[in-house]
């Protein structure tokens, strides 16, 4: 079984601060990356996705990708308390299929 | 576009009867859709991949004949819960890819299951 790790918080940031989440995975192979947000008793609302090394930046968020290191990770910027919600890393696997890390909590404190 | 309509969104049951969940891709063809459960506090970990007009492929641990899955059209695929048991409850997501520039995967809006 691939696997793709998370810390899964809570990690609690002032609202305005940069909120930083980290993902490693295990499948060198991997080529296609994805961060979903998830609220509670919701599905997974796609943020972002990236399939090269370095930077990707959409607006607040920012994806950045070491395919070396094995590691994915994403920065809010500016957060906001509608932002608190459990981030979920997500990798494609070779049967098209996503891998989903446990996601990591994230709140937002006025 | 590319969404995906899933009922029920919650549906409680007796134990030992059965549950059909559907997945409908409105806007687009979904050669493929993906099954996923999810517990409380837990990860969404993949059940199954469902193609359209062939047997779906389970996961190691998933019972085929539990969970039946079907995917008779392009735009319906379909999961059944047999012989419900509390062990069941969870939250049901279905999963499909819209081809498209961003290769993005759109996801159904969950079904809430309790079995009692």
């Known amino acids: 079984q691939k696997e793709v790790e998370q810390n899964s918080g809570p990690l609690s940031v002032p609202e305005g601060a940069i909120a930083s989440l980290n993902c490693t995975y295990s499948d060198r192979g991997s080529q296609s990356f994805f961060w979903y947000r998830q609220y509670s008793g919701k599905s997974p609302e796609l943020i972002m996705s990236?399939?090269?090394?370095g930077d990707k930046e959409d607006g607040r968020f920012t994806a950045q990708l070491n395919k070396a290191s094995q590691y994915v990770s994403l920065l809010i910027r500016d957060s906001q308390p509608s932002d608190s919600a459990t981030y979920l890393c997500?990798?494609?696997?070779?049967?098209?299929?996503?891998?989903f890390g446990k996601g990591t909590s994230l709140l937002v404190t006025p | 576009g590319a969404v995906v309509s899933q009922h029920p969104s919650w549906v409680i049951c007796k134990s030992g009867t059965s549950v059909k969940i559907e997945c409908r891709s409105l806007?687009?063809?979904?050669?493929?859709m993906f099954w996923y459960r999810q517990f409380p506090k837990q990860s969404l970990m993949l059940m199954a991949t469902s193609n359209e007009g062939s047997k779906a492929t389970y996961e190691q641990g998933v019972e085929k004949d539990k969970f039946l899955i079907n995917h008779a059209s392009l735009t319906l695929s379909t999961l059944t819960v047999t012989s419900a048991h509390p062990e069941d409850s969870s939250f049901y997501i279905c999963?499909?890819?819209?081809?498209?520039?961003?290769?993005?995967?759109?996801f159904g809006s969950g079904t809430r299951l309790t079995v009692v």
């Open positions: 806007d687009f063809q979904a050669t493929t």
């Open positions: 997500a990798v494609l696997n070779s049967g098209y299929a996503l891998n």
């Open positions: 999963s499909a890819r819209a081809v498209g520039a961003n290769y993005g995967y759109t």
């Open positions: 990236i399939y090269s090394n």
